[in-house]
């Protein structure tokens, strides 16, 4: 018999430690469903502080107001700011903020070096109260579309193309404002960006057309107003187009453009395959301008603009350091614009007070203004 007890008892034994097996189970089990159940919670509060942080006004400077909550009353402006053009782009800036109590959004486009020196400049001046976001343009998008061949090498700068690509930067407006960095605002923006487009018009210009009438002391100086001084009329890809080259162009450096429009009509698909066309075949850079990135502009945008009013971009300031306007008429213009060789922060250059009172001086002093020395031969350089 005394092995059948210690059957008995070996069999007590194994159950004993089933038992403590399956509490073992059990409680293992009962551990897994705890840790389920908090990182289930832990991923419910990282998703809701995630929305959060979406909805909330970043309190940074450079973030401030990144994305406007109400699109509908917000005015968005966007502009180039080259590293060796910074005071310039700060002075367009605060002509715009100084002129106007609407709620003005700038974007800022620059190049990856510029990005620091930019936020800086804004931050150390009086602009730093001014909503804002800057935003990087990735040169290489033009490898193989633009030819460094140019009258104007700095007419082939990668940001003068940045208008190009308005749908593919992260903006979040339907329709905004561009302008150029030469350009001064003495108008209230706000009936700028109200400008109606007309049906199936993705941007409104103004036509230099205008110039008839509103230019008539520097028409005699050789201005270029006409599709004849932007394309070579000697290739046949150019006459293939069918635009008189006595029609009147328009100036791409300030305008008011639909985004939603702009996509509709692939209109980036088509400026880019006439900046290809002009890289194979050379359809510009001999015109008289030598400048490569207006005229995809003016034949995309031929016959498929609203007009913009003439006193909204009184141009060619910058054309010729003897091309003189009336002073009572560049005080009443509602937009100043130097486009041209001669800046108004260089010397020679004509009207240049009315671009200097919008100027803010640079805090890494870099950037100067040139002017004549008084009395003397030469020049000088101030900080404003």
């Known amino acids: 018999m005394p092995h059948l007890e210690r059957e008995e008892r070996e069999r007590e034994r194994n159950r004993e430690r089933g038992a403590g097996q399956e509490k073992r189970s059990s409680a293992a089990a009962l551990v897994n469903r705890l840790l389920v159940a908090l990182l289930l919670l832990l991923l419910c509060l990282l998703l809701h502080s995630a929305l959060l942080r979406g909805n909330s006004v970043p309190t940074e400077p450079h973030r401030s107001l990144e994305t406007p909550l109400r699109h509908d009353t917000v005015i968005p402006v966007l502009l180039c700011a080259a590293e060796e053009r910074l005071g310039a782009a700060m002075a367009t800036i605060n002509s715009i903020h100084s002129n106007t109590d609407a709620d003005v959004f700038f974007y800022i486009v620059t190049l990856h070096d510029a990005v620091k020196l930019t936020r800086q400049y804004i931050q150390k001046t009086k602009l730093k ?25 700095e007419l082939l700068h990668p940001l003068n193309f940045v208008r190009f690509y308005l749908p593919l930067l992260d903006i979040n407006h339907k329709k905004l404002i561009y302008v150029d960095d030469d350009v001064i605002v003495q108008g209230d923006i706000r009936d700028l960006f109200n400008v109606k487009l007309g049906p199936g018009h993705a941007a409104a210009f103004a036509s230099d057309c205008d110039l008839a009438h509103s230019h008539e002391s520097v028409r005699s100086i050789g201005l270029q107003t006409t599709y004849m001084g932007f394309l070579d009329y000697r290739k046949q890809e150019v006459r293939d187009l069918g635009i008189n080259p006595n029609e009147c162009t328009f100036n791409p450096g300030v305008f008011v453009a639909d985004l939603d429009e702009w996509k509709r009509q692939t209109i980036t698909k088509e400026l880019e395959k006439w900046l290809r066309e002009n890289y194979r075949h050379n359809l510009y850079s001999s015109a008289l301008v030598g400048g490569v990135a207006t005229p995809p502009m003016l034949i995309v945008f031929h016959d498929r603009y609203t007009q913009l009013e003439p006193q909204w971009h009184v141009r060619h300031l910058g054309f010729s350091p003897g091309s003189y306007y009336a002073e009572n008429y560049l005080h009443g213009a509602q937009l100043l614009h130097w486009n041209g060789p001669f800046k108004p922060w260089t010397s020679p250059s004509v009207h240049s007070e009315l671009w200097e009172r919008w100027f803010v001086p640079d805090p890494s002093r870099r950037f100067r203004v040139v002017r004549p020395k008084e009395g003397e031969e030469g020049e000088e350089e101030e900080d404003g």
Do not use: Q, T, W
Not at 148 to 153: F, I, K, V
């Open 129 to 153: 109260h001014i909503k804002y976001k800057i935003l990087e343009f990735n040169p290489m998008v033009l490898k193989g579309k633009v030819n460094p061949d140019s009258a104007r090498p």
